[in-house]
């Protein structure tokens, strides 16, 4: 009894220090990597280019449509449409510049799973209807993750506090960082949230919030970080993550420091 005790905590203890895949480098590519060769945002175009960059993680916005599918965009509105007023159908009869079929948060889940190095930094929007439809997208995002068992390449951003509340609590082992800006590490700490991801000038207001978010033991996270003295400056403060459209760039930065 006593050696088979043995024998288990130091599988425990082994499989707690065996190395996560995931990159560890605090870039964050924003929408994707997009920018430098002209990709529609939120594309799996611009995803795959992150992935090939090297970046710790690839950023992009989930809506959902009328009939409940969730979908990859930035903005409210797809090609003339309100995302949120129309079926995924009707989405289908426009494409992105590329040619590319706007993804479902299915199909980019599972592009990203093909390779293990590169996190998925899914946003799950607000809803500009109710609450209680944000509370739903929470719950619908945690439940495809599940189904697909991504848990292992996803954390969760929103700016909907309502939104990340509900993600916890379908799944309380969900990493959901906040994006307002409006709560203090300690009252995120106290909600069960992952982190937060603060636009930088709330940070450069609240420095502090930074150190103490890390003696909490919550991920620190920016946006959308695109100039080289603030990424510096961030850097500095200790920050886990950036989110940038110029994950180039800060890839470069971060190489000098070394
Ligand atoms: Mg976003």
Redesign the pocket.
């Known amino acids: 009894m006593q050696g088979l005790l043995t024998i288990m905590l130091f599988l425990i203890s082994f499989a707690s220090v065996a190395q996560s895949p995931f990159i560890k480098n605090k870039v964050i590519a924003?929408?994707g990597a997009w920018k430098n060769n002209a990709f529609p945002q939120n594309s799996i175009a611009s995803l795959r280019e992150a992935i090939r960059l090297g970046c710790e993680g690839s950023?992009f916005?989930v809506w959902m449509t009328a009939d409940e599918v969730l979908v990859i965009n930035?903005d409210a509105e797809f090609e003339g449409m309100e995302i949120e007023q129309v079926t995924y159908k009707e989405l289908l009869t426009k494409t992105l510049p590329n040619g590319e079929k706007i993804p479902t948060l299915k199909e980019y889940l599972q592009e990203g799973m093909k390779q293990n190095k590169t996190k998925l930094i899914l946003?799950f929007k607000p809803s500009g209807i109710s609450v209680a439809r944000s509370e739903k997208i929470g719950e619908l995002v945690v439940k495809t993750v599940h189904e697909l068992h991504a848990e292992d390449w996803v954390e969760y951003i929103t700016f909907s506090y309502e939104g990340g509340l509900k993600a916890i609590a379908t799944d309380p082992e969900a990493k959901v960082s906040y994006l307002t800006g409006d709560k203090s590490p300690s009252q995120l700490r106290s909600a069960g949230f992952y982190g937060f991801d603060y636009n930088f000038r709330i940070l450069k207001m609240k420095p502090e919030w930074i150190q103490e978010a890390r003696e909490l033991g919550l991920i620190t996270n920016s946006w959308t970080v695109n100039d080289p003295e603030t990424m510096t400056w961030l850097l500095d403060q200790g920050i886990d993550q950036i989110t940038t459209d110029e994950p180039e760039l800060l890839l470069e930065i971060l190489k000098s420091r070394k």
């Open positions: 924003h929408r950023e916005d930035h946003e």
